[in-house]
Protein backbone atom coordinates (compact mmCIF):
# COMPACT_ATOMS: atom_id res chain seq x y z
CA UNK A 1 0.00 0.00 0.00
CA UNK A 2 0.85 3.51 -0.60
CA UNK A 3 -0.46 6.85 1.51
CA UNK A 4 -0.65 9.37 -1.18
CA UNK A 5 -1.01 13.32 -0.58
CA UNK A 6 -2.59 16.07 -3.38
CA UNK A 7 -1.35 19.61 -2.72
CA UNK A 8 -1.50 22.72 -4.93
CA UNK A 9 -5.39 23.23 -5.42
CA UNK A 10 -7.21 26.54 -5.00
CA UNK A 11 -9.30 29.10 -7.33
CA UNK A 12 -8.06 30.26 -10.40
CA UNK A 13 -9.50 33.21 -12.76
CA UNK A 14 -10.22 31.30 -16.03
CA UNK A 15 -7.29 30.67 -18.36
CA UNK A 16 -5.05 30.74 -15.39
CA UNK A 17 -3.07 27.57 -14.48
CA UNK A 18 -2.19 25.69 -11.59
CA UNK A 19 -0.03 22.82 -10.48
CA UNK A 20 -0.99 20.22 -8.27
CA UNK A 21 1.28 17.62 -6.46
CA UNK A 22 0.82 14.05 -5.07
CA UNK A 23 3.42 12.93 -2.94
CA UNK A 24 3.86 9.21 -1.92
CA UNK A 25 4.78 7.56 0.97
CA UNK A 26 5.13 3.50 1.58
CA UNK A 27 6.31 1.22 -0.86
CA UNK A 28 8.70 2.54 -3.62
CA UNK A 29 7.24 5.20 -5.72
CA UNK A 30 8.71 3.64 -8.89
CA UNK A 31 6.81 0.38 -8.63
CA UNK A 32 3.46 2.45 -9.18
CA UNK A 33 1.75 3.74 -12.29
CA UNK A 34 -0.04 7.02 -11.27
CA UNK A 35 -3.54 8.59 -12.61
CA UNK A 36 -5.29 11.95 -11.94
CA UNK A 37 -9.08 12.40 -11.52
CA UNK A 38 -11.65 14.74 -10.60
CA UNK A 39 -14.89 14.80 -9.49
CA UNK A 40 -16.83 17.55 -10.13
CA UNK A 41 -19.96 17.97 -7.28
CA UNK A 42 -23.33 16.15 -8.55
CA UNK A 43 -21.23 14.33 -11.32
CA UNK A 44 -19.61 10.91 -11.56
CA UNK A 45 -15.78 10.33 -10.81
CA UNK A 46 -13.81 11.34 -14.24
CA UNK A 47 -10.46 10.02 -15.54
CA UNK A 48 -8.17 12.98 -16.39
CA UNK A 49 -5.08 11.53 -17.32
CA UNK A 50 -2.36 9.17 -16.22
CA UNK A 51 1.60 8.37 -16.38
CA UNK A 52 3.82 4.81 -16.50
CA UNK A 53 5.80 3.65 -14.02
CA UNK A 54 9.18 5.33 -15.40
CA UNK A 55 7.39 8.43 -16.16
CA UNK A 56 8.19 7.80 -20.22
CA UNK A 57 4.59 7.71 -21.34
CA UNK A 58 1.28 9.43 -20.22
CA UNK A 59 -2.45 9.44 -21.20
CA UNK A 60 -4.85 11.48 -21.09
CA UNK A 61 -8.60 12.03 -21.64
CA UNK A 62 -9.77 14.75 -24.52
CA UNK A 63 -11.53 17.13 -22.38
CA UNK A 64 -7.85 18.38 -20.83
CA UNK A 65 -5.25 16.85 -23.68
CA UNK A 66 -3.31 20.14 -24.98
CA UNK A 67 -3.95 21.85 -21.77
CA UNK A 68 -2.70 19.37 -18.60
CA UNK A 69 0.65 17.45 -18.64
CA UNK A 70 1.33 15.02 -15.95
CA UNK A 71 5.11 13.93 -14.80
CA UNK A 72 6.53 12.51 -12.08
CA UNK A 73 9.81 12.52 -9.98
CA UNK A 74 10.97 9.23 -8.88
CA UNK A 75 13.34 10.71 -6.46
CA UNK A 76 10.77 12.63 -5.30
CA UNK A 77 8.16 10.68 -4.98
CA UNK A 78 6.16 13.10 -6.82
CA UNK A 79 3.59 12.84 -9.53
CA UNK A 80 2.36 16.18 -10.99
CA UNK A 81 -1.06 17.63 -12.75
CA UNK A 82 0.03 21.21 -14.41
CA UNK A 83 -3.08 22.21 -15.56
CA UNK A 84 -3.20 25.49 -18.13
CA UNK A 85 -5.74 27.66 -20.00
CA UNK A 86 -8.44 26.19 -16.66
CA UNK A 87 -11.97 26.22 -17.84
CA UNK A 88 -15.08 26.67 -15.46
CA UNK A 89 -15.87 23.18 -16.39
CA UNK A 90 -12.38 22.26 -14.90
CA UNK A 91 -13.58 23.15 -11.22
CA UNK A 92 -13.84 19.83 -9.41
CA UNK A 93 -11.71 17.84 -6.64
CA UNK A 94 -8.73 16.39 -7.97
CA UNK A 95 -7.71 12.84 -6.55
CA UNK A 96 -4.24 11.17 -7.25
CA UNK A 97 -4.08 7.08 -7.39
CA UNK A 98 -1.82 4.82 -7.83
CA UNK A 99 -1.69 1.07 -9.32
CA UNK A 100 1.04 -1.92 -8.94
CA UNK A 101 -0.94 -3.85 -11.58
CA UNK A 102 -0.95 -1.31 -14.84
CA UNK A 103 0.87 1.09 -16.54
CA UNK A 104 -1.57 3.09 -17.80
CA UNK A 105 -4.89 3.08 -17.12
CA UNK A 106 -7.68 5.08 -17.54
CA UNK A 107 -10.49 3.29 -15.32
CA UNK A 108 -10.65 4.00 -11.90
CA UNK A 109 -11.08 0.29 -10.79
CA UNK A 110 -7.49 -0.44 -11.95
CA UNK A 111 -6.24 1.63 -8.98
CA UNK A 112 -5.77 0.50 -5.55
CA UNK A 113 -4.51 3.62 -3.52
CA UNK A 114 -6.18 7.71 -3.60
CA UNK A 115 -5.33 10.34 -2.14
CA UNK A 116 -7.94 12.67 -0.09
CA UNK A 117 -8.06 15.48 -2.99
CA UNK A 118 -7.39 19.04 -3.25
CA UNK A 119 -10.03 21.68 -4.73
CA UNK A 120 -9.78 23.10 -7.82
CA UNK A 121 -12.39 26.23 -8.68
CA UNK A 122 -11.90 28.06 -11.55
CA UNK A 123 -14.02 31.35 -11.81
CA UNK A 124 -15.22 33.09 -14.77
Known amino acids: QVQLVESGGGLVQAGGSLRLSCVAS????????MGWFRQAPGKEREFVGC????????YYADSVKGRFTISRDNVKNTVYLQMNSLKPEDTAVYYC?????????????????WGQGTQVTVSS
Open 97 to 113: AATLLYELAYRDRSYND
Open 26 to 33: GRPFSMYA
Open 51 to 58: INKSGSST
